[in-house]
Antibody, heavy 120, light 107 residues
Framework: EVQLVESGGGLVQPGGSLRLSCAAS????????MHWVRQAPGRGLVWVSR????????TYADSVKGRFTISRDNAKNTLFLQMNSLRAEDTAVYYC?????????????WGQGTLVTVSS | DIQMTQSPSSLSASVGDRVTITCRAS??????LNWYQQKPGKAPKVLIY???SLRSGVPSRFSGSGSGTDFTLTISTLQPEDFATYYC?????????FGQGTKLEIK
């Protein structure tokens, strides 16, 4: 059974940092591209970042470029999101999601999400 | 960036109704269009990918169509468990933008 479990969320002050993790199981992690998607309270889904299967290529939304870094450890089946210079508008539930394949780009499995709250 | 616009933003319907949600892209995205369902407090779940392909395990009352810039999600006969928020998402180019969502409520 495919499982994605996020962790690392919490309360952080503006300007602070946080590192999210997403532990993957039930599939061959190093075969899949992975994404982070966020959702502010009561708002819609916003794509954040993507990483290819070996970690050599990354892409970011403009709103997080230069502040967030996506990475992965294929030996530990874990995806990461390092978030620096956090702002109030980064407050959201952060989901990791698996990219089914490069050709369709749909996200076929999602974690349960981890809440990040940026507030003083 | 490609903008995705869904309509309507909200919709009231009854069990047994046929419902259609539309999604328009700001430029052609071929068939790189996916539909997700999200229930309160839960992660999104993919229903339709590549505009019209039904995800395994998703009931056949869900269907998708369209190409280029205009797409539709249709639920043929609404069931109680279908009341949720629906999002389209383009996977043609990054950033993989989502529509603003359509909240389907019980009439």
């Amino acid at each position: 059974e495919v499982q994605l479990v996020e962790s690392g969320g919490g309360l952080v002050q503006p300007g602070g940092s946080l590192r999210l993790s997403c532990a993957a199981s039930g599939f061959t992690f190093n075969n899949y591209w992975m994404h982070w998607v966020r959702q502010a309270p009561g708002r819609g889904l916003v794509w954040v970042s993507r990483i290819n299967s070996d970690g050599s290529s990354t892409t970011y939304a403009d709103s997080v470029k230069g502040r967030f870094t996506i990475s992965r450890d294929n030996a530990k089946n874990t995806l990461f999101l390092q978030m620096n210079s956090l702002r109030a508008e980064d407050t959201a539930v952060y989901y990791c999601a698996r990219d089914y394949d490069f050709w369709t780009g749909h996200l076929d499995y999602w974690g349960q999400g981890t809440l990040v709250t940026v507030s003083s | 960036d490609i903008q995705m616009t869904q309509s309507p933003s909200s919709l009231s319907a009854s069990v047994g109704d046929r419902v259609t949600i539309t999604c328009r892209a700001s430029q052609s995205i071929s068939t790189y269009l996916n539909w997700y369902q999200q229930k309160p407090g839960k992660a999104p779940k993919v229903l339709i990918y590549a505009a019209s392909s039904l995800r395994s395990g998703v009931p056949s009352r869900f269907s998708g169509s369209g190409s280029g810039t205009d797409f539709t999600l249709t639920i043929s006969t609404l069931q109680p468990e279908d009341f949720a928020t629906y999002y389209c998402q383009q996977s043609y180019s990054t950033p993989f933008t989502f529509g603003q969502g359509t909240k389907l409520e019980i009439k």
